[in-house]
């Protein structure tokens, strides 16, 4: 069975600071990856994805992550944190099978100040 | 193009009420999902329905029945409440072969 880990329930950041939030997966095969962004309040919303095709995957509002095979990771990073940015960020992992479907991890909430 | 909508909002029920949590797309998407939502815990699956005419359990189907009505429409129904059922719902829809799942906004449930 697949799992995913979000290290770190809650991470702090100051305005034009680096973000990096940390999930790392456990599959036995190479999974499909995803990071989806919850502002409060609201359903979660679609960041980014990777599907093998490059291990770098650029998402919406300046988000990227890398995936790592070697240290089965799929961290998500953004140069410069804005305070918009503030809301709880998830991982997922999905499976190949005909249902396909999500596993989340627990989630980082991510503050930014000022 | 409304996406995924789901009603109601929010609901309050006492302990043994029934109630049924409706969820449509207008997406075309084939698979349909019922997710919950509590601290800490990230998304649960409930349900799910990979196809029009067929629904599965996931994680933590006990408490809960599903209806997919037809390919629009996926329904979430607790015949009797109980508090341990107090959360947020998301209804969700999928397509393609990466099954890139777009989410409702959710239905605030509290059951006393």
């Known amino acids: 069975a697949q799992s995913v880990t979000q290290l770190g329930s809650h991470v702090s950041v100051s305005e034009g600071a680096l973000v990096l939030l940390r999930c790392n997966y456990s599959s036995s095969v190479p999974p499909y990856l995803f990071w989806y962004v919850q502002y409060p309040n609201q359903g979660l919303q679609l960041l980014l994805k990777y599907t093998s095709a490059a291990t770098l995957v650029k998402g919406i509002n300046g988000f990227e992550a890398e995936f790592k095979k070697s240290e089965t990771s799929f961290h998500l990073t953004k140069p410069s944190a804005h305070m918009s940015d503030a809301a709880e960020y998830f991982c997922a992992v999905s499976d190949k099978g005909s249902a396909r479907q999500l596993t989340f991890g627990s989630g980082t909430q991510l503050t930014v100040l000022p | 193009n409304a996406g995924v909508t789901q009603t109601p909002k929010f609901q309050v029920l006492k302990t043994g009420q029934s109630m049924t949590l409706q969820c449509a797309q207008d997406?075309?998407?084939?698979?349909m999902y019922w997710y919950r939502q509590d601290p800490g815990m990230g998304l649960r699956l409930i349900y799910y329905s990979a196809s029009e005419g067929t629904t599965d359990k996931g994680e933590v189907p006990n408490g809960y029945n599903v209806s997919r009505l037809n390919k629009r429409e996926f329904s979430l129904r607790l015949e009797s409440a109980a508090p341990s059922q107090t959360s947020v719902y998301f209804c969700a829809s999928g397509t393609g072969s990466l099954n890139e799942q777009y989410f409702g906004p959710g239905t605030r449930l509290t059951v006393t």
């Open positions: 997406m075309n998407h084939n698979s």
